[in-house]
């Protein structure tokens, strides 16, 4: 099996805790409780407790999109998932009721009505009561989902520029630092394809954002820089290499003692299981700065974690778990 070395993974959990709780010290020096999503949470909590009293019991996620005040997915923002906010609140875990296609659509529907018309897919991923994530893995896409649901999707090119920009700043939170064009094109709900289209180059838009372009490589001041990649594609086997890599480890994270599996791992972070290059995808990158992406999409030299272990690899690399 997979070995991590004890030492570094107490070091990273304690570094990624310290990361993670940066923000929020000042605000609790100051005696001020942070806030998500416009939310503390205290207030989701309590939100939470009147409605699990004015229904006698805990809420299911339907129940609470009638009766609840404050939308699901701010619930799973402050907490993780539903069931750990329902544990805050001292309530009891409801089971795991995923979204049935016709879920996913009454909710594309809903949120039509309340805003006069099709929603996009940052309105959705913001109000809907499912994000846009969820609405991919029924129906493959964000706009075969719409049509699913009798709308017909914006084209491409009418994607409202201010909506461009709030994806952009989006995937920044999420990823904690300025995203290259190949994080938008794996992670972000819009390709790069499209902010290329639409700016130029994808430096134009990062700064049409107001953020500062990484550069190739990002450079020391990143956060996370271990001589990275910037915004050279993984390759055109890397969509292949990863299903590959996916199937061999079983769905599921490979970090020892970790049980999440690929339908979990949604349920909990509304995005698929990550595929991490062992060996960073910078060592691969010539002084042309090209990819020698056959070398670094290698089955080998790729392995299936959960966003939480992806996190603590991404700390310590170049350092590499033993395989034994």
């Given at each position: 099996g997979l070995i991590w070395r004890n030492i570094a993974v107490r070091t990273s959990e304690v570094a990624v805790s310290r990361r993670q709780n940066k923000a929020s010290e000042g605000l609790e020096a100051a005696g001020l409780e942070p806030r998500t999503n416009g939310y503390t949470d205290t207030e989701v909590i309590k939100e939470?407790?009147?409605?699990?009293?004015?229904?006698?019991?805990?809420?299911?996620?339907?129940?609470?999109?009638?009766?609840?005040?404050?939308?699901?997915?701010?619930?799973?923002?402050?907490?993780?998932?539903?069931?750990?906010?329902?544990?805050?609140?001292?309530?009891?875990?409801?089971?795991?009721?995923?979204?049935?296609?016709?879920?996913?659509?009454?909710?594309?529907?809903?949120?039509?009505?309340?805003l006069g018309r099709p929603p996009t897919a940052q309105e959705m991923e913001q109000q809907g009561a499912w994000s846009v994530k969820v609405a991919q893995r029924h129906f493959g896409t964000w706009n075969t989902a719409l049509r699913e649901a009798g709308f017909e999707p914006i084209s491409r090119k009418d994607v409202p520029e201010d909506e461009l920009m709030a994806e952009l700043r989006r995937l920044r939170d999420e990823l904690d630092h300025v995203p290259s064009s190949t994080?938008?094109?794996?992670?972000?709900?819009?390709?790069?394809?499209?902010?290329?289209?639409?700016?130029?180059?994808?430096?134009?838009?990062?700064?049409?954002?107001?953020?500062?372009?990484?550069?190739?490589?990002?450079?020391?001041?990143?956060?996370?820089?271990?001589?990275?990649?910037?915004?050279?594609?993984?390759?055109?086997?890397?969509y292949r290499q990863r299903k590959r890599a996916l199937e061999r480890d079983g769905f599921e994270c490979q970090m020892p003692g970790c049980s999440i599996d690929r339908e979990t791992h949604r349920e909990r972070w509304d995005r698929d299981l990550n595929v991490h290059h062992i060996t960073p995808l910078g060592t691969f990158i010539d002084a042309n700065g090209v990819l020698d992406y056959e070398r670094a999409n290698r089955l080998e030299n790729l392995i299936t974690l959960c966003q939480r272990h992806h996190m603590l690899w991404e700390e310590f690399a170049p350092l590499q778990p033993d395989i034994r």
């Open positions: 939470l407790q009147r409605v699990a009293a004015q229904l006698g019991h805990s809420p299911s996620r339907k129940e609470w999109e009638e009766h609840g005040n404050i939308s699901g997915r701010t619930v799973q923002a402050h907490f993780g998932s539903w069931n750990e906010g329902l544990r805050a609140a001292g309530l009891e875990a409801t089971a795991q009721q995923p979204a049935a296609d016709e879920d996913v659509l009454e909710a594309i529907q809903n949120l039509a009505t309340e994080e938008m094109h794996e992670h972000g709900q819009f390709t790069m394809y499209l902010y290329l289209d639409r700016f130029g180059s994808w430096k134009q838009a990062v700064e049409a954002a107001g953020m500062e372009y990484r550069g190739h490589p990002s450079g020391p001041e990143h956060p996370l820089w271990k001589g990275g990649y910037g915004d050279i594609s993984y390759g055109p086997n890397w």
